[in-house]
C-alpha cells in the first residue's frame, strides 16, 4: 500500500519537546501492580458522605417510582447536580479512580492531532475547522494536540482554528482551564449560557465550553471522544421465555440500605421501544440510546458540513454480553456498593453506533488501539523522543508508557478506533472501478497501514 500523503512529514517533523513524565499506569482496567504512593484518607470521609446522600437519594426514588432502569442509575450516580460523581471532583490520575492514554504518553495525544491535520490535508485545506472533544477528561488530549498544531503551524497558517469542549463537569472544566488557557484573568463565565465558559488557549485559539453537543456550533469540525461513550447510560436487558425483559435495580428486601438487580416481571417502556423483534444470540443485551443519539448529531453534522469524528473506547463489535462494571482507586468496584463513589462503565457496541450512521456517513473501524497508533507512526515518534531523551528515568518513562498504550494485552488490544468520514472521502470498490479519470481520495490515516 502506498504511503498516506503528508504522514511522514508530519510524524517527524513536529517539536521533539517532551511536554511531561509519563507513567507506566493503566486506563479503566484493573491494575492491582501498581500502588498509589497517596493516601486517601482525607477523600474517605468525604466519600462516605456522597455515598450515604445518593444511596438515601435513590432508595427515596425508588420508593416512590418502583425499580429504576440501569439507565437511570447511572444518570444520577455519575452526573446529579448535587452528589454525582463527575461533579466535584478530579477523577483521573493516581489520586482519582482510572487513568486514560493521553495521561500515559504525551505521544497518545500527539497522533491524535496529527491524524485531524492529516485529514484537513486530505479535505482540501479549508479555511477554518473547529477542534470538538467530547469528554474531554484533564484537557490533557487537547493540550497535546494544541501542540501539535503550534509545532505544525507552517502547515496550518492558513487555518482558521477553534476550540470547543463538551463537558458537563464544573470541576473537570477548571482543570481544563487551567491546563489549556493562560490563566482565569482571561476566561469569560456564563453559568446559565449554552456556552458556560470562553478564554483563549495558551496557542492562542479561541476556546469555548458547553454542556450539550447540540450546543456546539456547526462547520468543518473534527470530533474527538475518547473514553466518552462507555460512561453513557445503559439499559440491560435479558432473555426469557417470555421474550426480553429489562434488568432494573431495586431496594435489597432483607437489608433496605442495599440496593439489587431484579427483571421486569413485564416488558417496560425501553425494552419496547430499544428491543423489538431482535433476533440476537446473545442472551444478555446492553443498548445505549443516548450514544446512538449523539452518534447520529456527529453524522448529520460531518454530511452536511465535512470533517470527521474519531472515536477511541473500549467496545465490541456486537458480542459481548454483561459489561457493566465500575471502578475506584483503580480497583474493581461493586456497581451497587457506595453509588457516587465509584466511575461506571459498560463496554461501546460498536455495532449499534455503526447501525445508527448508515446512510449518513462512512464509518471504519473499529480497530484495536496498538494497530491504530502503529499506522499512526507512534515507533517513529518513540525513537525521536528517546534520542532526545538524556535522562534514564524519562527513557525509562517513555518506554514503560509505550508499552502500556501498545501491547495487546494491556490496553493495545482492549482500545478500539472508531472513524465516521463523509462518504465522498473514501471511495467505494464500485466507485473506484467506474472512475475512468480523476485522483483516488488518499487513504484514511491510522486505518491504513503506514509505510516509511
Not at 501498581?34 to 446522600?53: A, I, L, P, V
Not at 470498490?429 to 491510522?446: E, H, I, L, N, S
Request: hydrophobic share 35%.
Amino acid at each position: 500500500m502506498r504511503f498516506l500523503p503528508g504522514l511522514k512529514y508530519l510524524c517527524k517533523e513536529f517539536s521533539s519537546d517532551i511536554a511531561r513524565k509519563t507513567s507506566p499506569v493503566c486506563g479503566r482496567l484493573c491494575t492491582t501492580q501498581w500502588m498509589r504512593s497517596c493516601s486517601r484518607t482525607s477523600e474517605s470521609t468525604k466519600e462516605g458522605n456522597q455515598d450515604s446522600m445518593m444511596l438515601k437519594h435513590l432508595i427515596s426514588k425508588i420508593k416512590s417510582t418502583g425499580p429504576i432502569s440501569v439507565a437511570e442509575y447511572m444518570r444520577e450516580v455519575l452526573t446529579n447536580p448535587v452528589t454525582g460523581y463527575y461533579q466535584h471532583r478530579d477523577v483521573l490520575g493516581p489520586q482519582g479512580d482510572f487513568i486514560t492514554s493521553p495521561e500515559i504518553s504525551q505521544i497518545f495525544g500527539e497522533l491524535l492531532g496529527v491524524w485531524c491535520i492529516s485529514e484537513w490535508m486530505a479535505a482540501g485545506k479549508p479555511k477554518t475547522f473547529q477542534l470538538v472533544e467530547l469528554g474531554p477528561g484533564r484537557g490533557t488530549l487537547a493540550s497535546d494536540t494544541l501542540r501539535v498544531f503550534s509545532q505544525l503551524h507552517s502547515v496550518l497558517k492558513k487555518a482558521e482554528i477553534s476550540v470547543h469542549l463538551v463537558e458537563v463537569s464544573p470541576k473537570l472544566s477548571e482543570i481544563q482551564a487551567q491546563l489549556l488557557t493562560k490563566g482565569e484573568p482571561h476566561l469569560l463565565h456564563d453559568p446559565s449560557g449554552t456556552i458556560y465558559k470562553t478564554g483563549v488557549t495558551k496557542t492562542g485559539l479561541p476556546i469555548s465550553w458547553y454542556k450539550d453537543l447540540q450546543d456546539v456550533p456547526k462547520g468543518f469540525s473534527f470530533y474527538l471522544a475518547h473514553e466518552f461513550f462507555d460512561v453513557l447510560p445503559i439499559h440491560k436487558f435479558q432473555k426469557t421465555k417470555q421474550g426480553w425483559r429489562e434488568i432494573l435495580i431495586d431496594i435489597e428486601p432483607k437489608s433496605p440500605g442495599k440496593l439489587r438487580f431484579v427483571l421486569a416481571p413485564h416488558a417496560t417502556l425501553a425494552s419496547k421501544a430499544l428491543i423489538q423483534q431482535r433476533d440476537d444470540d446473545r442472551d444478555h443485551i446492553e443498548i445505549c440510546p443516548e450514544a446512538g443519539v449523539i452518534i447520529q448529531n456527529l453524522a448529520s453534522r460531518i454530511a452536511e458540513d465535512g470533517g470527521a469524528a474519531l472515536v477511541a473506547d473500549y467496545g465490541h463489535n456486537g458480542t459481548k454480553t454483561d459489561t457493566f462494571r465500575g471502578f475506584h482507586g483503580h480497583q474493581l468496584h461493586d456497581v451497587l456498593s457506595a453509588p457516587g463513589t465509584a466511575d461506571l462503565t459498560a463496554d461501546v457496541d460498536f455495532s449499534y453506533l455503526r447501525q445508527v450512521t448508515e446512510g449518513k456517513v462512512t464509518a471504519l473501524g473499529p480497530i484495536p488501539q496498538h494497530e491504530f497508533l502503529k499506522n499512526m507512526g507512534v515507533d517513529v515518534r518513540l525513537q525521536v523522543l528517546l534520542r532526545n531523551a538524556s535522562d534514564p528515568n524519562t527513557r525509562k518513562g517513555l518506554i514503560d508508557a509505550y508499552d502500556m498504550i501498545m501491547n495487546p494485552e494491556k490496553m493495545g488490544d482492549r482500545f478500539k478506533f472508531f472513524a465516521l468520514l463523509p462518504y465522498n472521502r473514501v471511495n467505494s470498490r464500485q466507485d473506484t472501478k467506474t472512475m475512468k479519470c480523476g485522483p483516488t481520495a488518499p487513504p484514511v490515516a491510522g486505518f491504513s497501514e503506514l509505510q516509511l
